[in-house]
């Protein structure tokens, strides 16, 4: 880690601590290291999201990206305008954007969070938590040649979404790092290449082949009238 890496991590640190007394929730740090595949405490959950807030605030996060396609540039730009790390920025760009986009974190091979944007969570687009990393990804490509390098390419929107339409592209800008065996994807796509689907209230997505056949009007039991 640099002295930039290790001082970006410094300030997240430092937010989630005000979060435990701002929120009034104990810590509980010690009890899984941190690369442990173990669910962390629910106060440990629930105080990243208000360090996020306190590092990146919303209004000013939005006043300051630029209306362009994601780009290497672009995350670094928001990451360095708001001195935290660039998965960091990624992520947030996800979460807050207008087009259908997504930030996951792997590390060792499998997916471990995924922030989506509205967009994306409206047609119920879903990626597995603890999934193995879709071998067709950019990510999948760059954990395999095992260099600290970030790759941006197109590739099918398929290979990340489950259950989701075939023909479609998005983009994925990927970055590993090598030394954690941790690797961050982007992914995005133009909104004119987003599948009209509906979901249901728990947010799946709903399948024609899964509706009901359609009605007839005749009733699948005998009718009183044909009595004799
Ligand atoms: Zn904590």
Redesign the pocket.
């Given at each position: 880690m640099n002295s930039l890496e290790i001082q970006e991590r410094q300030r997240f640190t430092i937010c989630?601590e005000i979060a435990?007394i701002l929120l009034d929730l104990p810590?509980s740090?010690e009890e899984v290291p941190s690369w442990a595949y173990a669910k962390r405490h629910p106060?440990?959950v629930a105080?990243d999201p208000f360090a996020v807030e306190l590092l990146m605030p919303y209004q000013q996060w939005l006043s300051t990206v630029p209306k362009e396609e994601p780009s290497l540039e672009l995350i670094q730009y928001m990451a360095d305008e708001f001195g935290t790390s660039f998965p960091a920025a990624a992520s947030r760009f996800a979460s807050l954007s207008d087009i259908p986009c997504a930030f996951v974190t792997m590390e060792r091979g499998y997916v471990r969070y995924t922030t989506r944007s509205l967009q994306l969570k409206r047609v119920g687009a879903w990626i597995s938590p603890r999934s193995s990393i879709p071998s067709d990804s950019v990510a999948h490509r760059l954990r395999t040649s095992s260099v600290n390098s970030t790759v941006t390419a197109k590739i099918a929107q398929d290979i990340w979404f489950e259950n989701w339409e075939k023909g479609l592209d998005l983009w994925e800008l990927a970055r590993h790092y090598q030394p954690m065996d941790t690797t961050i994807s982007l992914l995005w796509f133009d909104s004119e290449d987003l599948p009209e689907v509906e979901v249901n209230r728990f947010g799946t997505r709903i399948k024609d082949n899964e509706d009901l056949s359609e009605l007839t009007g005749e009733l699948p039991w005998p009718g009183r009238n044909k009595r004799h």
């Open positions: 989630h435990h810590s740090h106060n440990e105080c």
